[in-house]
């Protein structure tokens, strides 16, 4: 059972658009991941949010980590193709606990030119 | 490259062999993890060792299942008399707790097939 519940499962958009994808639980977490995960691979991490209100941005993603430290969301602007891949949200429950991660099912993203 | 490593990338079994996977982490790292994807859904955590203790097991961890790392470094993780549910990519992950960012680094994961 996935505590972290990610929507949409998936999404396909042309090249240009803006998308975006959200995390949601019941639980409080310390921190929460982003990760893009491509076919055959492993996980790579995007981004780490540990304060509840907090928005990263990495160039063309923004991430925001809801006040009560529940939700998060992704947002993708001007999409490319090369943003093509499972979006994977991942929360840990305490700090010392930040390896130990409970990850949502994925949003698979396809972005055709 | 001084990635994680993990190998064999695919494993095709029939039921009731038994299978070894080995991970080798980042050589700095102290924590080594194993997480387990099935089709469709994210990694599950199996269990986790710093340095050569194993921490923390999983309940999806049964006795089937044992992990070691035996001096610190390399993991292996064992399946005796794999079953149909096995099936799965398993991802080895590894940190540092020294300078703490919170990443974990993955591997490519081994293609676990049994038929």
Redesign the interface.
């Given at each position: 059972t996935?505590l972290?519940e990610q929507s949409p499962q998936f999404l396909s958009i042309q090249e240009g658009e803006n998308l975006t994808v959200y995390c949601n639980s019941s639980s409080v977490f310390s921190?929460l991941?982003w990760y893009r995960q491509e076919p055959?691979?492993?996980?790579?991490?995007l981004v780490?949010v540990?304060t509840g209100g907090e928005v990263k941005k990495l160039k063309r993603l923004t991430f925001q980590f809801g006040d009560a430290r529940k939700d998060s969301s992704l947002h993708i602007t001007a999409a490319q193709p090369g943003d093509t891949g499972l979006y994977?949200c991942?929360g840990?429950e305490t700090t010392d606990s930040?390896?130990?991660?409970?990850?949502?099912?994925?949003t698979q993203v396809v972005v055709t030119p | 490259d001084t990635g994680v490593s993990q190998n064999p990338r695919h494993k095709i079994t029939k039921r009731g062999q038994n299978v070894t996977f080995r991970c080798d982490p980042i050589s700095e790292h102290n924590r080594l993890y194993w997480y387990r994807q099935t089709l469709g859904q994210g990694p599950e955590f199996l269990t986790y060792f710093q340095n050569e203790a194993q921490l923390e097991k999983s309940r999806l961890l049964s006795d089937r299942f044992s992990a070691e790392r035996p001096k610190g470094s390399f993991s292996t993780l064992e399946i005796q008399r794999t079953e149909q549910g096995d099936s799965a990519m398993y991802l080895c992950a590894s940190r540092s707790t020294g300078l703490d960012t919170g990443e974990l680094f993955f591997g490519e994961g081994s293609r676990l097939t049994v038929l």
């Open positions: 996935q972290l921190s991941q055959g691979e492993g996980p790579v991490l780490t540990v994977l991942a840990a930040w390896g130990k991660l409970q990850f949502g099912a994925g | -």
